[in-house]
C-alpha cells in the first residue's frame, strides 16, 4: 500500500476535464502537492493509505475557482459609492479617494479581506490589477493562495509610480523577483486604452514578447469608452490596440461589452481571452458582453468579479449564475451557456486565459492540487439529480467547507487556516472610519 500525503473520499468528483463528467464515489489522491491519481474509492483503500483522509459523503469536489478579474484591495471600498455610472464612480469617488487613502497598508488590509473572502468562496486563483503589487504579491504568497498579479501601468503619477516608465520599470524588477515562485505570475496590467498611451503599450509588447508574459487591460467596458475614443482617434479602442500588435494569445481583454461581428471575429482569429465581469458590468450599467456569440466564435471566455468596489462581492458562485442567466437573456436562447459552461468559465478557461492551464483549472493528474469541496446536502440544493447544474444554479458559496492550494488546506470546516479573523475585522473597521471621514 502507497502511503500519501492527502485522500479525499467524496460523493462526487467534477474534474470539469474531460467535460462533462461526473465520477460517483471517487477518491482524489495528492501528494506532494498535486493531484496523483482520481480513482473509485474502493479501488484507493485498497491501494493508498494517507496521512491525512478526509470522508466527504455528502460533498462535490471541483478545481478551485479562478477569479480572473479582481482589484483586491478594493475590497475597502466595498458600498461606498454605489448606484453611479462608471466614469462619475471613478472620477468622483473611487479616483479621489485613491489619492487620499493609497499606501502600502491600504493594499495590505485591502487584500488580506479579498483573499480571506475569496477562499471563503472556494476561489484558489486570483488575477488583479492595482497600485502596490509587490503587497499583494506578498499577501497571496502569506496565505497560500495562487495569484496571478498584474503589473499595472498607466500614463499619469500615482503614490506607487511617477509616469508610465516607472511603472513598468518597478513592474520588470517585481517580475524578476518572482519569476520562480510556484504561486505567483506576473503578467502587465495597462489599465485601459483611455489611460495609457502608444508608446508605453508598444514598450510592454516588446518586454511581454521577450519575457513570454500576459497583457490583461480593460478594454470596451462602456458605449463611451468607445465614443470617446472614436471622437478623438477616428479608431475604436480595438482597433488601435490591434495596429498597435496587441491582440494575439497573450492578450486578456476585460469587459468587452461593445463588440461588433467583426469585431469577434477578429478577437477569435487572433487566439486572445476575455474575462466577462457580469455582474459588474450590470450594477455599473456598462453593458452586455456577447458571450454566446464570443465562445460559439471560439474565443476562450474566462470569468472574473471585477472589484468589491463595484460588484460588490468577489463572489464566483454568484458570477456563475449571473453569467450563465444573463448569457441566455443577452443570446436569446435558453441553451445558451450551460451550466457546464459557466463551471468551465470560472475554472479551466480562466486557467488558459492565464497561461497557469498546464498548473490549475481542473482535476487532471499531474496538476496542482488546487481542490474545493462543496456540501451539497443543505436543503436548498435538495432533491439533487445533476451536481453540476445544482452548482451553477442553486448552490452558496457558504456551502464550501474545505479548500486546498497546491495540496495545502487554507480552509477546513468553513475556517480559515492562515487568517487571523478578529484582527482582520479590527483593521477593517479602523479603514471604514478613516474612508468614511
Known amino acids: 500500500m502507497t502511503v500519501v500525503d492527502t485522500l479525499i473520499h467524496a460523493r462526487w468528483i467534477i474534474p470539469v476535464e474531460p467535460e462533462s463528467v461526473t465520477y460517483d464515489h471517487h477518491t482524489l489522491v495528492i501528494d506532494g502537492g498535486r493531484i496523483i ?47 453611479l455610472q462608471l ?56 496565505h497560500g493562495i495562487r495569484a496571478s498579479v498584474g503589473l499595472i501601468v498607466i500614463d499619469f503619477p500615482t503614490v506607487w509610480a511617477e ?29 485601459a486604452p483611455y489611460t495609457i498611451s502608444d508608446e508605453p503599450l508598444q514598450k510592454i509588447k516588446a518586454f511581454t514578447d521577450e519575457l513570454e508574459l500576459s497583457i490583461h487591460i480593460h478594454v470596451h467596458e462602456t458605449l463611451h469608452e468607445t465614443e470617446q475614443a472614436l471622437e478623438k482617434t477616428g479608431q475604436r479602442p480595438l482597433q488601435r490596440l490591434h495596429e498597435l500588435g496587441l491582440i494575439d494569445p497573450s492578450f486578456i481583454a476585460v469587459h468587452m461589452t461593445q463588440l461588433t461581428d467583426d469585431e469577434i471575429a477578429l478577437f477569435a482569429e487572433s487566439g486572445a481571452h476575455i474575462v466577462h465581469c457580469p455582474e459588474s458590468n450590470l450594477k455599473l450599467a456598462s453593458g452586455f458582453c456577447p458571450v454566446a456569440k464570443c465562445i460559439e466564435a471560439g474565443i476562450n471566455v474566462a470569468l472574473g468579479t471585477d472589484g468589491a468596489a463595484s460588484n460588490n462581492d468577489l463572489d464566483m458562485f454568484g458570477e456563475m449564475r449571473t453569467a450563465a442567466l444573463l448569457g441566455k437573456a443577452v443570446a436569446g436562447d435558453a441553451s445558451a451557456i450551460p451550466a457546464m459552461t459557466a463551471l ?11 497561461g497557469l492551464d498546464h498548473e490549475t483549472g481542473s482535476l487532471s493528474i499531474g496538476k496542482a492540487a488546487d481542490v474545493i469541496a462543496i456540501d451539497l446536502s ?60
Not at 470522508?55 to 484591495?73: C, E, M, Q, R, V
Not at 508610465?164 to 489599465?191: C, M, V, W
Open 37 to 83: 491519481d482520481l480513482l473509485p474509492t474502493e479501488l484507493a483503500k485498497q491501494k493508498y493509505q494517507g496521512t491525512t483522509t478526509e470522508n466527504l459523503d455528502n460533498h462535490a469536489l471541483l478545481p478551485g475557482l479562478i477569479n480572473s478579474h479582481t482589484h483586491a484591495a478594493m475590497t475597502l471600498m466595498r458600498g461606498i459609492a454605489d448606484d
Open 163 to 191: 509616469n508610465s516608465d516607472a511603472y513598468i520599470e518597478k513592474g520588470l524588477a517585481l517580475h524578476d523577483q518572482l519569476r520562480h515562485h510556484p504561486l505567483i505570475s506576473t503578467p502587465f496590467a495597462p489599465h
Open 378 to 437: 443543505h436543503l436548498e440544493t435538495q432533491p439533487l439529480y445533476c451536481p453540476v447544474s445544482q452548482i451553477v444554479y442553486a448552490a452558496s458559496r457558504q456551502q464550501v467547507t474545505d479548500v486546498w492550494v497546491a495540496g495545502k488546506r487554507l480552509l477546513k470546516q468553513r475556517h480559515l487556516t492562515t487568517v487571523n479573523v478578529d484582527e482582520l475585522k479590527i483593521k477593517i473597521a479602523e479603514w471604514q472610519e478613516r474612508l468614511s471621514s
Open 344 to 354: 468551465r468559465m470560472a475554472t479551466i478557461n480562466g486557467a488558459k486565459a492565464l
Open 87 to 142: 466614469m462619475d464612480w471613478l472620477q468622483n469617488h473611487i479616483w479621489p479617494l485613491e489619492q487620499k487613502w493609497m499606501t502600502e497598508a491600504f493594499v495590505k488590509d485591502g487584500t488580506d479581506l479579498a483573499i480571506a473572502e475569496m477562499i471563503l468562496g472556494g476561489t484558489t486563483c486570483f488575477n488583479d490589477m492595482y497600485f502596490f503589487p509587490e503587497i499583494t504579491a506578498a499577501q497571496a504568497i502569506h
